[in-house]
């Protein structure tokens, strides 16, 4: 009999698309990947969706709920594949995009590279209008320049267009007033206006971000619409609806509206997954480390939600390096890359230090063990030295590799550095997990928070092989490795609740403060967003509502932001969310400063609600008689030269209940648990497996 | 772990990644919690660590060029005063004293001493440009630094962790915009307390007992990388003469460029006196701007500390425009100081072109105002622009980029909210990059209006305004075109303090970068691109 009651999830990758489903009744999910087809992304989800359903025998009439993440767009973003473009802005404000902020992101490279406008200057056109800073209007819109300029982009072959007007954060009169001129004159074209997309002062990255809107919505339309043609097609006719960068969902026309909220989808999906897992483990506030083999992601998890940041930069020029890319101010999941995976390639600086990444062999060459014409040692050579995996087994056997053809690259930095090769190796090693950990660590501290109360989730390719050692560098001293990391974004899809957050500028002092404005500015953006969760679910529940608002003492230029009581508010409020803010700025910088003024800036309203999901089952080994090691071999560890015998395991063989102590070497198809000498591992009925690292002993570094 | 142990180059590469985390975050800090938007839209300061003498281990990726070198030599200068036996844990000092600082009063240096088991094992510091300081505002019109504002000499203003509130009294007393000043001199304490903590853990988990051997590793390292790039120069004398608008007439900087072995040697000799204006330089700020220079041409990829300026020495007659004795004025030193990392590159492009860039329309440009707003309070501050960049062998130069500085632009609409101006336009100046195989970038023109209810006190930075100041080409390229400052359309002394009455409009208009190459080798595309894009004159090559 078909099951009936199940959700979809879809996952979109450059390089993979992952489906799973999930069955309500059981709990038991059900996965496949299959390769991204790029000409035409849904024909992947369709085509593996036909597979998945063949195979675990199911119907796809049954499905209740489909939800969908994709780094689609970011790549487009990335290879500049979206529409032509255009932009109108206030009289004498055109070049804004390419003025920029007038700072190079690197101050001795002569030969820096700027980004480039998505818009080339010809197709930035003026208008005459203009709001002042306080929202008054000086100057009406002048509709009959606004059409002509809006002729002369069409003519120029322009598909989609940006309206960015001064001060339009204060007041969105003109800018509103552009876009119902446009939709209605010309519906050929699609509109993007900032106010809508990006409500917040600062004219360049708001004309960045909306800007990136417009480019990218034809091909989101397009897209949203074929795969929810295809979908039905093929019997789904459960709604679909999109992940945000945020983590939150949203139905497909708020998608196609503002696609620019879904250039972080995909790897949102992946933190909300780590959230999901660590909590089954009862671990709540953690680091998420996904190493695979070009970069390192991390992401903070705290009381079991991923923290949002409110900025982005998309498209960096220089991959890893702060300021090089285009700013997008849309709230996000927050994540930072950092490029360190098992491809990255180690060197000898200038210096004569040894540096591993950030220039990566990828997939192709890919490291030198996989003898595909890569010579360059990287950080999958040293580990493959040090024993850490079965030349036989990598990869499920799927790829040979060839420790000569390691050992021969990691000897060509010998010379440089007066080391020898088994240095060497312990040194990449060590030098990236240094990499890693320093990232995390002024990642961590910039929210004020101390490392070491976290606990470290790894997964990827590499998160196994090198969390410990990075957990050590940290303090931390508890691991968890999840099951099923291969497609953990996908289902992380699926357990994460409802979310829909709005925001709106205010620039207001909290002295003086309009108390009935306030409250019906809070209560407008509730409305809003429990309308769009309701929609989303199609169900009755109520969704949680809680008010934050970005603040900061008066003259400060960056806000804190801050959870607010519930409402509503009244003069008697004042207080306590003086008391909330004050709480909040000494919990992130420590000191107060001599200012009592106190500023709103934006306010913000997040909506949440259950999906009902929250249950897995984890398919483990029932057995009570005693794992044995499969094998054991020579494993060199961090601190110690000698290498040491570890036992090794197949994870699937082990019992929930297990206990192991280090050293130890736990594979899986897809990646390998090395836990150091002096830690236990314990198998989890939830699947997942805990490392507990001994107490520190300080002289163990590099 | 010994401190006299050698280091590995893992080991070493752990720490100093380390060590450059610390002085980032704090960086990170000081930009959220700052009150002016000097700081945290211009970036206009400098975190860094030292050992126990005051030599610098790191300084923050993002620090902007004149505080190179200049945080350490502070603190080595305080330490006179100050040594260490009369420091203790939670002591601040501070000063802003131009020839012991960086050359002029608003920035402000603040350093702590680090303490590990009662001993001194190094000092955090930043410094960071004030919003205001006193004074008359900011001008190159000043005859002596004592009208520039008030001057801090080296002292202690936090006790054991307890602020001088006598010091703290007497600076609000001083100037225009007390909330701002202290909210910013507590932002700068706060990244501090930062570094202190975050060096102490370290030092704590490595077991580090000091940071002396750390500090003449990572120096002596820096140090060889910078002389193996000399050592590849031919020997030899590299010269470069430029003249700058000046103040009244124009100036003239002299530059001879030795190469010998391993080692540079500057020499501004020939270079004009120093003037009874706010435009001579200080030897720091010469200094740091031409280890710039040197860095950026033979050695970006090295990081930012002392070691690897120490085969470069510059030297410039004292009393010359470009090392000035008190009681000289240097509020406006960049307009003549962000000159010499270009003269440095110009020297070398007669016989590297493809090593450097073409002229840059810098120095930075600055709008300083002050007045009273409609409730008779004092407001003031300021904003940054700047002009087209230099062309190159690779590229066309970027249109409007800070350089040799690194500051930002501050926004439109920040600025509309703040201070009593309405923009009219900030567009690009149409055809003022030099020609060339590649183009020199655009500068850019704003034209504002003043809606102060009465009178307004403005002062800027501005440079480049007379012909044969314009940033030049290299290689057959063609010079930028010069700036021009305008108040209700007529042009303006840019050197001059002026008060304009409400509803003046005032004009600034950046000079742009200089090309590269012969005009005639431009590509027919990328003459059409500049057409259709309006970055020449239709009329144009």
Redesign the interface.
């Given at each position: 009999m078909a099951v009936m009651n199940l959700s979809l999830g879809i996952d979109i990758g450059g390089t993979f698309t992952d489906i799973v489903a999930y069955e309500h009744d059981t709990a038991r999910f059900h996965s496949h990947k299959i390769l991204t087809t790029p000409e035409d992304p849904s024909q992947a989800v369709v085509s593996g969706i036909e597979h998945l359903f063949r195979t675990a025998r199911l119907d796809c009439a049954g499905v209740r709920r489909v939800v969908h993440a994709t780094t689609l767009f970011t790549n487009a973003l990335i290879e500049r594949k979206g529409a032509a473009t255009g932009l109108i802005t206030t009289r004498g404000f055109r070049d804004t995009i390419e003025l920029r902020r007038e700072h190079k992101y690197e101050l001795y490279d002569l030969f820096i590279e700027l980004p480039h406008p998505l818009v080339r200057r010809a197709l930035r056109l003026e208008v005459d209008e203009r709001t002042l800073a306080d929202g008054s209007i000086e100057t009406r819109l002048d509709e009959n320049e606004l059409r002509e300029r809006v002729r002369d982009l069409i003519t120029a072959g322009v598909e989609s267009v940006a309206v960015v007007l001064l001060h339009s954060y204060a007041n969105p009169a003109h800018e509103q007033a552009a876009r119902a001129l446009i939709e209605c004159e010309f519906p050929q074209l699609q509109v993007s206006i900032s106010s809508d997309v990006s409500r917040q002062l600062r004219e360049y990255e708001r004309t960045s971000t909306t800007l990136v809107n417009a480019y990218i919505k034809p091909l989101a339309s397009g897209y949203l619409d074929r795969l929810c043609g295809k979908l039905a097609a093929a019997g789904i006719g459960a709604p679909l609806f999109m992940m945000l960068s945020n983590g939150g969902l949203t139905h497909v026309a708020e998608a196609k509206r503002v696609p620019v909220q879904l250039l972080e989808s995909g790897p949102a999906a992946g933190a909300l997954a780590a959230a999901f897992f660590a909590a089954r483990s009862d671990e709540h506030n953690v680091l998420a480390l996904d190493m695979g083999g070009t970069t390192a992601k991390l992401a903070v998890v705290e009381n079991g939600e991923p923290l949002v940041a409110y900025r982005f930069e998309a498209s960096r020029e220089q991959r890893f390096m702060e300021g090089s890319g285009m700013p997008v101010d849309i709230s996000t999941i927050e994540l930072i890359e950092i490029g360190a995976g098992g491809g990255s390639i180690a060197t000898v600086s200038e210096l004569g230090l040894l540096k591993v990444g950030p220039r990566s062999a990828g997939a192709r060459p890919g490291p030198a063990c996989y003898r595909r014409g890569g010579d360059e040692p990287t950080v999958t050579d040293a580990n493959l030295l040090l024993g850490c995996y079965d030349a036989e087994r990598f990869a499920a056997g799927t790829v040979p590799i060839d420790p000569t053809a390691a050992a021969d690259a990691v000897a060509r930095l010998c010379p440089a550095t007066g080391m020898s090769a088994p240095e060497l190796a312990r040194g990449i090693h060590a030098v990236v997990n240094e990499s890693m950990a320093a990232a995390a660590r002024v990642h961590i501290a910039e929210r004020g928070h101390d490392a070491r109360n976290f606990t470290l989730l790894v997964t990827g390719g590499g998160g196994p092989v090198h969390g410990c050692e990075v957990a050590r560098r940290l303090g931390i001293m508890r691991i968890v490795c999840p099951p099923a990391a291969g497609v953990a974004s996908a289902l992380g899809l699926l357990v994460a609740p409802a979310r829909v957050d709005r925001s709106a500028s205010l620039m207001h002092s909290l002295g003086g403060m309009d108390w009935q404005a306030l409250e019906a500015a809070y209560a407008a953006l509730e409305a809003d967003a429990s309308a769009v969760i309701a929609q989303t679910l199609s169900m009755a529940t109520a969704p949680q509502l809680a008010r934050l608002a970005d603040m900061r003492f008066v003259g400060q230029g960056y806000e804190v932001v801050t959870a607010l009581p519930p409402g509503p508010y009244t003069e008697s409020t004042e207080r306590a969310i003086r008391e909330a803010f004050e709480r909040a700025y000494a919990a992130v910088f420590g000191r107060h400063p001599p200012v009592a003024e106190i500023e709103l800036v934006t306010i913000r309203v997040r909506a949440t609600a259950s999906a009902g999901e929250g249950q897995l089952a984890v398919g483990l080994t029932n057995t009570d008689a005693p794992p044995r090691p499969r094998t054991s071999r020579p494993v060199v560890l961090a601190g110690g030269a000698a290498p040491l015998t570890a036992p090794v395991y197949d994870r699937a063989t082990l019992p929930a209940g297990l206990r192991l102590v280090g050293p130890a070497l736990i594979e899986e198809p897809s990646s390998t648990l090395l836990i150091p000498p002096g830690a236990s591992a314990m198998v989890q009925a939830s699947g997942n497996i805990i490392v507990t690292l001994p107490e520190a002993d300080s002289a163990s570094m590099p | 772990?010994a401190a006299s142990a050698r280091f590995?180059?893992?080991?070493?590469?752990?720490?100093?990644?380390?060590l450059?985390?610390i002085v980032?975050?704090a960086a990170?800090?000081l930009?959220?919690?700052?009150?002016?938007?000097v700081v945290?839209?211009s970036?206009d300061f400098a975190c860094v660590l030292t050992d126990a003498r005051g030599y610098s281990l790191v300084q923050a990726t993002?620090?902007?060029?004149s505080f190179i070198g200049t945080v350490p030599r502070t603190i080595r200068e305080i330490l006179k005063e100050y040594p260490p036996q009369t420091l203790a844990v939670g002591d601040v000092l501070a000063t802003n004293d131009i020839w012991l600082g960086t050359g002029h009063l608003p920035d402000i240096t603040v350093a702590k001493p680090i303490f590990r088991n009662g001993a001194l094992v190094g000092f955090a510091g930043t410094v960071a440009h004030a919003p205001d300081i006193g004074g008359r505002i900011r001008s190159a019109d000043s005859r002596e630094v004592f009208e520039e504002g008030l001057q801090i000499p080296p002292l202690k203003v936090v006790h054991a962790g307890t602020p001088d509130e006598t010091f703290l009294r007497m600076l609000r007393k001083n100037v225009r915009v007390p909330?701002?000043v202290?909210?910013d001199l507590?932002?700068q304490?706060?990244a501090l307390?930062l570094m202190e903590r975050?060096v102490l853990g370290l030092m704590?988990?490595?077991?580090l007992s000091d940071l002396a051997g750390l500090a003449e590793e990572i120096q002596g390292?820096?140090e060889?990388?910078m002389r193996?790039a000399i050592r590849a120069l031919p020997d030899g004398v590299y010269q470069h003469e430029t003249i700058t608008d000046g103040f009244e007439r124009p100036i003239r900087l002299r530059l001879a460029l030795t190469v010998k072995d391993d080692a540079i040697d500057i020499d501004y000799a020939g270079t004009d006196p120093q003037v009874g204006r706010a435009i001579n330089v200080a030897m720091c700020y010469t200094y740091a701007y031409t280890a710039y220079g040197v860095?950026?041409?033979l050695?970006?990829?090295?990081?930012?500390n002392e070691g690897a300026l120490r085969p470069i020495a510059v030297r410039a007659p004292l009393g010359s425009i470009l090392n000035s004795r008190p009681p000289a004025a240097g509020g406006a030193r960049a307009v003549v100081g962000h000159f010499l990392p270009m003269m440095v590159?110009l020297a070398l492009a007669r016989a590297f072109p493809e090593r450097?860039?073409a002229g840059v329309g810098s120095p930075l440009w600055c709008l300083n105002y002050a007045g009273v707003d409609a409730a008779d309070k004092s407001i003031a501050g300021m904003f940054?622009?700047?002009g087209g960049y230099g062309a190159?062998a690779?590229?066309d130069g970027?249109?409007?980029?800070?350089?040799p500085s690194?500051?930002?632009?501050t926004?439109?609409?920040?600025i509309?909210?703040l201070a009593p101006f309405?923009?009219?336009?900030?567009?690009?100046r149409t055809g003022t990059g030099g020609n060339g195989r590649h183009r020199g970038g655009l500068g850019?023109e704003l034209?504002l209006e003043s809606c102060a209810t009465g009178p307004l006190t403005i002062s800027f930075l501005a440079e480049r305004t007379r012909p044969e100041a314009a940033a030049p080409g290299i290689a057959g390229g063609g010079p930028g075109a010069p700036g021009a400052v305008l108040i209700d359309g007529a042009p303006v002394d840019p050197k001059r303090q002026h008060v304009v009455a409400p509803g003046a409009r005032i004009e600034l208009r950046t000079p742009g970068g200089g090309g590269y190459g012969p005009a005639a080798e431009r590509s027919p595309a990328a003459r059409e691109a500049d057409r259709?894009?309006?970055?020449t004159a239709h009329t144009g090559v």
């Open positions: - | 772990m590995d180059p893992v080991t070493l590469e752990v720490l100093w990644t380390r450059i985390s980032d975050e990170a800090a930009v959220r919690t700052s009150f002016s938007t945290r839209e970036n993002d620090s902007i060029p909330d701002l202290v909210g507590f932002a304490f706060a307390d975050r704590d988990e490595q077991a390292r820096s060889q990388a193996k860095k950026a041409a050695c970006p990829g090295v990081p930012n590159l450097v860039i940054f622009i700047n190159s690779v590229r970027a249109n409007v980029l800070s350089w690194n500051i930002s632009s926004p439109i609409e920040m509309e909210q309405k923009f009219l336009h900030r567009r690009l850019q034209l259709i894009d309006g970055y």
